[in-house]
């Protein structure tokens, strides 16, 4: 499985899981990959290959993103047979002269499962959005070459989709609330506004009810939202210019 690829230092990189060949797979050898381009995607090789430490485990290098002079190679061990904690396995990659050297990712973001990564268009930094555990909380990390800071503004949401609007600095978070304890009361949607310059702080929820949200895009000056039963609605974008 391929699950990601990024630009790097002049290369492609490609992160994804399985094994090399079908007998490898078939006595229980799972390993998370990540390879390496330097002729435009037409021959990849492998970098780095990490077995599971036993049978019964799934492991995969999930994301990329490259910020500055360092890519960020996000991935996770799931002991899926016993159900026990997923935990994170994350590698911090630099590229100098054409040699790869790579390090463990240190901090709360490597004990995590990484969801989803963004660039940010103009800007130097990245957005990594990650999650404790199979059904714990969602947590925003904005990476800016070596530091990686968690978004203390964004705590307590389920972020689904970013997206963004160069032009303006400004960015929009289709967020939800999480499940409720009792698993009874409808999970709550909405759209959040943010300004790349200050990306710690979110403002103007618009609610989204009676609508299941799942994508988000912006386009032509208009929201694109994609839901849960295949629907694509529209409305036009409007956002205060005075706000910071």
């Known amino acids: 499985h391929v699950h990601d690829i990024a630009g790097f230092g002049g290369s492609i990189y490609a992160v994804g899981s399985g094994a090399d060949h079908r007998f490898e797979f078939g006595n229980g050898k799972v390993f998370r990959y990540l390879w390496r381009s330097d002729d435009g995607g037409e ?146 949607f909405e759209i959040l506004v943010g300004n790349t310059g200050k990306p710690d702080h979110l403002w103007n929820s618009f609610p989204l009810p009676d609508v299941v949200p799942r994508s988000l895009a912006v386009f032509d000056g208009h929201v694109f939202l994609g839901t849960d039963d295949g629907r694509i609605l529209r409305a036009k974008l409007e956002i205060s210019p005075s706000r910071p």
């Open 43 to 188: 021959t990849f090789r492998t970098m780095l290959r990490v077995e599971v430490p036993a049978v019964g485990y799934d492991t995969r290098f999930r994301r990329l993103l490259a910020s500055g002079d360092h890519l960020y190679v996000l991935g996770y061990l799931n002991p899926y047979q016993t159900e026990g904690a997923i935990e994170g396995r994350s590698i911090v990659l630099t590229h100098r002269d054409g040699v790869d050297e790579w390090t463990d990712l240190q901090g709360p973001l490597s004990e995590m499962l990484p969801l989803r990564t963004f660039e940010i268009p103009g800007e130097t930094w990245g957005l990594v959005i990650a999650r404790k555990g199979r059904q714990g909380s969602n947590h925003a990390f904005r990476i800016d070459a070596d530091r990686v800071v968690e978004l203390e503004g964004w705590r307590d949401r389920r972020v689904l989709d970013v997206s963004f609007i160069p032009t303006a600095r400004r960015f929009l978070v289709l967020s939800g609330s999480g499940r409720s304890e009792d698993e009874t009361s409808p999970e709550r």
